[in-house]
């Protein structure tokens, strides 16, 4: 006959074996949060990023994990709402115990969680071509600084090659990264004889949807004489109606071209391409380039993506430049823990100085001793009818990132952002 108390000491023992075979399965895994935008203007962006990253975490997994552990993603959606992504980083850092986060995608939400990563000496990993000017300890950013992106991009638009554009349209949406990105480019310019009546600068909010006047402007700007040329730093879905509208309104890129660093092979997924060819993007990577490496990725995401039955790239698998970096990112990270045998953030961050990948891009990344930046490849890529994009111009090899331009001074001084040396 059971009793009472036996009954209470039976549940307690099955109580205490479930807590503890949580705690062994918490010991057996590391946890690694994914922050990316899966709903809101952003996902048209972000999603994918959250996908490759979970194939990434399939990829290492499959060959033995880290420090013999399988690693177990924790993935969380901010929603394109910028103060969401500190709440949701802080929940994967103390309540889901992440030992790395990899995510976001524009400058307002990665500026958003960086007090938050800061103040728990937690790491994000950033994949992300952005405005610089930044550098924090507990952040490795693997997408493009300036140097590696906008200023190759604008000197190309001026050169023979690129045009000879005498005349500039600096059009972005209305954040950090846009606002500072054109305010080096406005220096660069006048720097290289550029007079203030030939730039042009306008912004538009997230998930603006209707560019007819603003292109109306453009076209006016550009009837005056001088070669134009844009810079677009539109971010999100707001790229859809954009392109659409530049090719109801028929501005060719013989006519009137424009570069984008924020929009690659995914964004252009919902788009007809045709009336887009020969505008321009600039960025690190594209899928277009022919190398083994690149063909590997490739075929894997293709596997996964239709293993997954992830939409839209079950049927049409497109990879992007900044799939590319949270690849690199989150296998230099795996390396970096094996190395430093810890996921503690200090001595991660000691191993990752000078860790290197063979990139998907053609070249070896390689992890700055110093400034926490990938040193990357630029390209330059025409758009092509099926919406990839045909490389006209790129760099011998790895650019070294310099995240600190020579004209903005406003932070120096700061916590977390040292002067430029």
């Known amino acids: 006959m059971t009793t009472r108390r036996s009954f209470s000491i039976t549940l307690t023992a099955v109580a205490l074996a479930a807590l503890g075979a949580t705690a062994a399965h918490a010991q057996e895994t590391i946890k690694v949060g994914v922050l990316h935008s899966l709903s809101g203007t952003m996902a048209i962006s972000e999603t994918v990023l959250k996908d490759v990253a979970l194939m990434t975490i399939d990829e290492i997994n499959a060959k033995g994990g880290v420090l013999g552990k399988k690693l177990e993603p924790v993935v ?62 507990n952040v490795f950013y693997t997408g493009a600084a300036p140097n590696q992106q906008a200023i190759p991009a604008v000197e190309y638009l001026m050169s023979k090659d ?31 004889g550029v007079a203030e009546a030939d730039i042009m600068e306008e912004y538009t909010p997230f998930g603006h949807s209707d560019y007819q006047s603003i292109i109306a402007k453009i076209k006016k700007f550009s009837s005056e004489g001088k070669k134009t040329a844009v810079v677009s730093t539109i971010n ?40 887009l060819v020969g505008h321009l993007a600039a960025w690190n990577y594209f899928m277009s380039v022919k190398n083994p490496t690149n063909d590997a990725f490739i075929k894997a995401w293709s596997d996964y993506a239709k293993a997954k039955n992830i939409p839209g790239h079950k049927d ?24 430093a045998k810890s996921t503690d953030t200090d001595k991660v961050i000691a191993a990752m100085a000078g860790q290197t990948f063979k990139a998907p891009g053609g070249f070896t990344s390689t992890m700055d001793k110093e400034n926490h930046h990938l040193h990357k490849p630029v390209f330059i890529g025409e758009v092509k009818a099926d919406g990839q994009f045909n490389v006209v111009w790129k760099t011998p090899g790895p650019v070294v990132a310099d995240p600190w331009s020579d004209y903005i001074a406003e932070n120096k001084g700061k916590k977390n952002v040292p002067e430029k040396k």
């Not at 554009?165 to 220096?187: E, M, S």
């Not at 060719?252 to 995914?266: H, I, L, N, R, Y």
Request: hydrophobic share 40%; with cysteine; net charge positive.
């Open 76 to 137: 969380v959606d901010p929603a394109s709402n910028w103060p969401l992504f500190a709440e949701k980083a802080r929940q994967l850092i103390t309540k889901d115990k992440a030992a790395v986060v990899f995510g976001c995608w524009t400058s307002v939400s990665r500026k958003s969680v960086l007090p938050v990563f800061e103040e728990t000496n937690s790491l994000l990993f950033y994949p992300v071509q952005y405005e610089g000017e930044e550098l924090s300890k």
């Open 162 to 192: 690129g045009g000879s554009a005498k005349r500039f349209v600096l059009l972005g949406t209305d954040y950090v990264y846009p606002r500072t990105t054109n305010k080096i480019l406005r220096a660069f310019l006048k720097s290289k």
């Open 236 to 275: 999100g879905d707001s790229n859809v109606p954009f392109y659409k509208e530049l090719g109801n309104q028929g501005l060719k890129a013989t006519d009137v071209p424009v570069v984008a660093f924020s929009v690659g092979e995914e964004e252009l997924r919902g788009v007809d391409t045709k009336p």
């Open 316 to 339: 049409k698998p497109l990879t992007n430049d900044p799939m590319e970096a949270t690849y690199i990112g989150i296998h230099m990270w795996a390396q970096a823990v094996n190395k």
